[in-house]
């Protein structure tokens, strides 16, 4: 849905780029190529990469000195890339999730979610590889899981968070996509193997993992994905209305309550958290216990196992 512009409200509208003459967002996968067909840049792209790449070439406000480069979202079953005005990645907090449907300028409430209904999107920030295919696998490895590689041996991962998991989706459930994703990111899952670490020559298990109950493999993708690294200020406020922090503020006499009704932390003084990615990144899923494991450590090897599922977030 495209950003609200002129006399509409701001809920009116959603996140991606207004409408424009030339059209320039949604374009096609065959607009895309018949567009840049005189690049040799960028015309032999990938249509992941190609989507990127059509995003950052966007100026804000036909800004030439201007860095700020458009994510977008590819959509691959309709083969159309679609460029976001609203980058922001989670607005929480009374102040934006009001209720009150009167209140149609404020801000939006929302979340990153990861849901079945959204399996032919794919979100692209500026930074994508043209080798993404290699350096980012985005595939399940089946029959393994990820491990870490200690004295010659793919250990397990020794400390992992195990959660329940309905399916491999679930357990599936970040922000530089690069050109070689492909190979880099896997986005499958990777059957009949488990993650491990490299050690003196052995694919060893991950020593420390934490687990988790998961009826499949779906519930353990979700878990991997809402337990994965995030660069979401730490500072919103979850519990008092603006209303109830003036009110509490007067009372207390806590000026620090008042000011931040009006200048709440999360928007204009965040803590600029920055995760560097790291998190709860990677899981192995036992199919026969159902049994999520996710860790934080990156995994260097592959297990072969038959009742794994190695994933990513």
Same mark, same amino acid.
């Given at each position: 849905?495209?950003?609200?512009?002129?006399?509409?409200?701001?809920?009116?509208?959603?996140?991606?780029?207004?409408?424009?003459n030339?059209?320039?967002?949604?374009?096609?996968?065959?607009g895309?190529? %018949?567009?840049?067909?005189?690049?040799?840049?960028? =015309? &032999? @792209?990938?249509?992941?990469?190609?989507?990127?790449?059509?995003? #950052? +070439?966007?100026?804000?406000?036909?800004?030439?000195?201007?860095?700020?480069?458009?994510?977008?979202?590819?959509?691959?079953k309709?083969?159309?890339?679609?460029?976001?005005y609203?980058?922001?990645?989670?607005?929480?907090?009374?102040?934006?999730?009001n209720?009150?449907?009167?209140?149609?300028?404020?801000?939006?409430?929302?979340r990153?979610?990861?849901?079945?209904?959204l399996?032919?999107?794919?979100?692209?920030?500026?930074?994508?590889? %043209?080798?993404?295919?290699?350096?980012?696998?985005? =595939? &399940? @490895?089946?029959?393994?899981?990820?491990?870490?590689?200690?004295? #010659? +041996?793919c250990e397990d991962?020794?400390?992992?968070n195990?959660f329940?998991?309905?399916?491999?989706?679930?357990?599936?459930?970040?922000?530089?996509?690069?050109?070689?994703?492909?190979?880099?990111?896997?986005?499958?899952?990777?059957e009949?193997?488990?993650?491990?670490?490299?050690?003196?020559?052995?694919?060893?298990?991950?020593?420390?993992?934490?687990?988790?109950?998961?009826?499949?493999?779906?519930?353990?993708?979700?878990?991997?994905?809402?337990?994965?690294?995030?660069?979401?200020?730490?500072?919103?406020?979850?519990?008092?209305?603006?209303?109830?922090?003036?009110?509490?503020?007067?009372?207390?006499?806590?000026?620090?309550?008042?000011?931040?009704?009006?200048?709440?932390?999360?928007?204009?003084?965040?803590?600029?958290?920055k995760?560097?990615?790291?998190?709860?990144?990677?899981?192995?899923?036992?199919?026969?216990?159902?049994?999520?494991?996710?860790?934080?450590?990156?995994?260097?090897?592959?297990?072969n196992n038959?009742?794994?599922?190695?994933?990513?977030?």
């Amino acid at each position: 849905t495209p950003v609200a512009t002129g006399n509409q409200d701001l809920k009116d509208g959603g996140f991606a780029f207004p409408p424009t003459n030339p059209l320039i967002s949604p374009m096609t996968l065959n607009g895309m190529k %018949d567009f840049y067909k005189d690049n040799e840049d960028v =015309k &032999n @792209l990938d249509e992941l990469t190609l989507c990127s790449r059509h995003a #950052g +070439n966007m100026n804000p406000d036909k800004d030439e000195n201007s860095n700020y480069k458009y994510p977008a979202v590819y959509d691959y079953k309709d083969k159309k890339c679609h460029i976001l005005y609203i980058a922001a990645q989670e607005n929480n907090g009374p102040r934006y999730c009001n209720k009150d449907e009167s209140k149609r300028n404020s801000m939006f409430c929302f979340r990153p979610a990861k849901d079945k209904s959204l399996q032919n999107y794919t979100y692209l920030s500026k930074n994508v590889v %043209d080798n993404w295919e290699k350096v980012c696998p985005r =595939k &399940n @490895l089946e029959n393994a899981k990820f491990g870490l590689w200690v004295d #010659g +041996n793919c250990e397990d991962v020794p400390h992992v968070n195990e959660f329940s998991a309905n399916d491999l989706f679930e357990c599936n459930l970040s922000k530089n996509v690069v050109d070689n994703w492909e190979k880099v990111c896997p986005r499958k899952n990777l059957e009949n193997a488990k993650f491990g670490l490299w050690v003196d020559g052995n694919c060893e298990d991950v020593p420390h993992v934490n687990e988790f109950s998961a009826n499949d493999l779906f519930e353990c993708n979700k878990l991997v994905f809402e337990l994965s690294a995030s660069d979401q200020p730490k500072q919103y406020e979850q519990h008092l209305t603006d209303y109830e922090k003036i009110k509490e503020g007067f009372k207390n006499k806590n000026a620090s309550m008042i000011k931040s009704a009006f200048l709440p932390t999360g928007a204009f003084k965040a803590d600029r958290y920055k995760s560097h990615g790291k998190g709860y990144n990677w899981g192995n899923y036992n199919t026969k216990t159902q049994k999520c494991e996710i860790f934080n450590v990156k995994p260097t090897c592959l297990i072969n196992n038959s009742s794994y599922i190695a994933t990513t977030a």
